[in-house]
């Protein structure tokens, strides 16, 4: 019996086929593996979440925390399936911090009722029959999709069972005069998460809450700390694990800022909008609702030379029900004023014409 070989090209790496039966994680493209990012839209928007061994830089905004957002999201997500995380801060106490994570929905029919209830009043009546069969089918799918992200409530805390067990780790570095022992905790946490061929038992998270805030001592060395990224990407490559690091790159060198963004696999950045900016109201569809912006200026791209095209690279961020975290792309506001749908549902970007008299 021949045996079948896998396809190697020039622009792909070797990769054997891997297994795996944990819900939280999901087959990508060229032979990796991905987990959830904790924010439904943000999976779909980056092609399935975060690549294993990849490296996700966030760029923080001086002027709002919303990067805490994707900070909390992401470590409840791993929380919730039982996966090991380890989390480092300025905090004096971080594991306090974990007592302000959301908490996953009981289920979707709330958030799934408001993207229905909002489609009913877009469309007419006498369209609504042949929209049936489409809306199951959305259902369908958001339900299948629960185990490996979910929805959180941001306003109810996550239990506190989710985090007392001894698979969380929490660093405080904002005494230490460097880097070094918090270097040595990511290797001891990763080296637990080696990658081997085969089965892929456990995935693990590590979650780094502004590196180079002023509070620690070591902010000023910042060939420092280059370096710590440096080295932490390495161990992170040869691991089954996904690390989510944010700074803030207005307290940097723009030498510095670049460098650490060349570095990171994902690049993330957020920043907050003004809340009476009449231009922006004129031009953007739901602007009323949006509490922030997100920029993707890099998606991951392991094992292969092929760059990653995303549909678009600018969101905005709203919390539905002032609960749920949505992402939504920017739509030229139209003459009647309707408001877009989240990424997940919405079709495509509404363009805006001026309305005038026909000429024959």
């Given amino acids: 019996m021949a045996t079948t070989r896998a396809r190697i090209s020039s622009f792909s790496r070797n990769v054997s086929t891997v297994t795996s039966q944990n819900p939280g994680l999901k087959h990508g493209p060229n032979g990796t593996m991905l987990i959830s990012s904790g924010i439904p839209d943000l999976d779909k928007i980056l092609g399935g979440g975060f690549p294993l061994g990849s490296l996700v830089m966030v760029m923080e905004d001086e002027e709002a925390p919303h990067h805490m957002l994707l900070l909390r999201n992401f470590m409840s997500q791993g929380l919730v ?28 029919g709330d958030k799934s009722s408001d993207l229905s209830h909002e489609k009913d009043i877009r469309i007419a009546w006498q369209y609504k029959k042949y929209f049936v069969d489409s809306q199951l089918n959305l259902n369908t799918n958001n339900g299948g999709q629960q185990d ?23 660093v405080c570095f904002k005494d230490s005069p460097n880097l070094s022992a918090l270097q040595d905790r990511c290797a001891e946490f990763l080296a637990k998460l080696s990658r081997n061929e085969g089965n892929i038992s456990s995935a693990g998270r590590i979650a780094i809450q502004s590196l180079c ?36 790159p207005s307290l940097l060198s723009p030498s510095c ?47 292969t030379q092929v ?37 997940g549902t919405s079709g495509g970007c509404s363009g805006s014409s001026k309305v005038g008299t026909l000429d024959f």
């Fill in 148 to 170: 490996y992200c979910n929805d959180f409530d941001l306003r109810k805390p996550l239990d506190r069972h989710y985090f007392s067990g001894s698979n969380v780790d929490c």
């Fill in 213 to 248: 805030s002023p509070q620690c001592k070591y902010s000023n060395d910042e060939w420092h700390m280059l370096s710590f990224i440096r080295s932490l990407k390495s161990m992170t490559q040869s691991s089954n694990a996904v690390v989510v690091v944010t700074f803030p």
């Fill in 257 to 303: 800022s670049l460098r650490l963004q060349h570095m990171a696999d994902t690049l993330l950045s957020v920043r907050a909008i003004p809340d009476e900016d009449k231009e922006l109201a004129k031009l953007l569809t739901g602007y009323q609702d949006m509490i922030g912006l997100i920029n993707i200026h890099k998606a991951a791209r392991l094992n």
């Fill in 81 to 108: 399936q039982k996966q090991p995380l380890l989390y480092a801060s300025a905090y004096r106490d971080p594991k306090r911090f974990l007592g302000t994570l959301p908490s996953p929905a009981s289920s979707k």
């Fill in 307 to 343: 760059p990653v095209i995303l549909e678009a690279t600018t969101f905005s961020i709203k919390l539905q029900k002032r609960r749920f975290l949505v992402l939504e792309c920017l739509n030229q506001a139209p003459v009647d004023g309707s408001s877009g749908s989240s990424y």
